[in-house]
């Protein structure tokens, strides 16, 4: 008898089919400048596929569309990768990586909307979800993509990084507002660790090795584990062409940083840098969890606390810290805050070793350190919550939060829109099946929102 993997139970039961969906009931009302499309990606293995990994479960994106005030589809459909018809990763002549699960993030650039998976080329899709194809800007990209890309939020610029287990380690990526791919570099300095995510500021690409780092020995798919003699460091580089040749490699505590919370320069030429990280022991739980091992936490994420870091370049020093009691992950903000100090940070909230908190969307205020937690409800489950600006905002906080909630009593699922300034709900669509607990999502507006002035 074999215990069934966590990630096929539950929240996270796979769905078996694709549908789409018409004129969703909508509960309370959708405010209009909400056109557009919430896209979210998550691991949706195949019936009768049992993988190795959590990780390792093929991509499905889940869209609804919103406008003017109505929910006018919803549909979800798997990402048509070669993974998804059991082309192997690893050939005889290395990585093929267009075989991705890509079920990790989806995101929208200039123009272009792209299903994400960290080991490999990005996979293309149509607004209606239907996949293109692997795509490789043009044959320039020759590395794997990370599934945190980031755009400057005043260029348009996205930046992002390929990393592998051999070198090159890592190489940073430009692609101009336009999509081309203008800039490649290998970045000097970076080992094997796992590299999952990063940051942008205004003046520097931080780039994060904690202690979890490639281990061949590692066979449930994703051959990574923590190893105490890793070091862990924080790698700030100056943006521009000749970036690489000046990045530095900061020393800092034990742990794994899975997501960027915010990362941008002080007043006095410090980088303040956070993100909920877990300790060795929040690693083993959680891995453990993504495997499916024995000695695992309850949830996917255990002990991910928010750290802060603070760096100050030219005393060379790092100051580190642990900020907040509350175990969260997926964080996020109102993206014309990235790279730029904000005072409003959003995260969801996971019940800890204790019970404490319990499934919900949390908001921080950074400035005065009040929290507040909107509950999800019982045996509900909230995905990433996404923050779309309301129309003609003049605050930080002025807009909207959007989730997808698995709820397992009622075997059903809502978009859930709330009030970004004081978590009230605003509205829920009513989808037509479970949505199971997923990974990254994006909105994607009709009318993309002015950029700011520089
Ligand atoms: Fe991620």
């Not at 900020?323 to 940070?345: H, K, M, S």
Request: glycine residues 10%; negative net charge.
């Amino acid at each position: 008898m074999t215990t069934a993997k966590p990630y096929l139970t539950g929240h996270y039961t796979p769905l078996v089919d694709e549908v789409t969906a018409t004129d969703l009931t909508v509960e309370g009302t959708l405010p209009p400048e909400l056109t557009g499309r919430l896209l979210r990606n998550g691991h949706n293995p195949k019936p009768g596929i049992t993988p190795t990994h959590w990780f390792k479960g093929s991509g499905m994106v889940h869209g609804i569309r919103l406008r003017a005030g109505r929910a006018e589809w919803y549909r979800n459909r798997w990402v048509h990768t070669p993974a998804l018809d059991g082309a192997p990763y690893m050939t005889e002549t290395g990585p093929d990586l267009t075989a991705s699960t890509a079920g990790t993030h989806v995101i929208e650039h200039a123009g272009r909307l792209l299903a994400l998976c960290e080991a490999n080329l990005p996979f293309e899709l149509t607004p209606e979800l239907e996949t293109v194809g692997a795509y490789d800007f043009d044959g320039k990209l020759r590395t794997a993509m990370t599934a945190h890309p980031k755009e400057d939020p005043v260029t348009g610029e996205l930046h992002f990084f390929g990393s592998s287990p051999i070198p090159p380690y890592l190489v940073h990526h430009v692609v101009d507002a336009k999509g081309q791919l203008v800039h490649s570099a290998e970045v000097p300095g970076a080992s094997a660790a796992l590299k999952h995510d990063f940051a942008l500021t205004r003046r520097h690409v931080i780039f994060i090795e904690g202690n979890v780092t490639f281990d061949p020995q590692e066979h449930s798919g994703i051959p990574y584990a923590w190893r105490d003699d890793q070091p862990a460091r924080i790698g700030v580089m100056p943006r521009g062409e000749d970036g690489a040749r000046h990045v530095r490699w900061f020393s800092i505590e034990p742990g794994n940083m899975l997501h960027v919370s915010n990362a941008y320069e002080d007043g006095r030429g410090r980088i303040i840098l956070e993100g909920p990280t877990v300790d060795r022991e929040g690693f083993r739980l959680s891995w453990n969890w993504w495997v499916g091992a024995p000695g695992r936490g309850t949830e996917p994420n255990t002990r991910s606390f928010t750290r802060r870091w603070v760096i100050d370049p030219v005393a060379g020093t790092v100051d580190e810290q642990i900020i907040d009691d509350l175990a969260v992950e997926f964080p996020t903000l109102n993206e014309q805050y990235q790279g730029v100090e904000n005072r409003y940070q959003y995260a969801v909230s996971f019940p800890d070793e204790q019970g404490f908190g319990g499934y919900g969307v949390v908001k921080y205020d950074r400035s005065t350190g009040a929290r507040r937690i909107h509950q999800i409800g019982d045996a509900r489950l909230p995905s990433e919550a996404v923050f779309v600006p309301a129309a003609g905002a003049t605050r930080e906080d002025d807009g909207y939060l959007l989730t997808v909630v698995s709820d397992l009593k009622q075997d059903a699922s809502q978009l859930l829109v709330l009030d970004a300034c004081g978590l009230d709900r605003v509205a829920a669509v009513h989808l037509p099946h479970r949505v199971p607990g997923g990974i990254h999502g994006s909105w994607i507006p009709d009318t993309p929102a002015d950029r700011p002035a520089a």
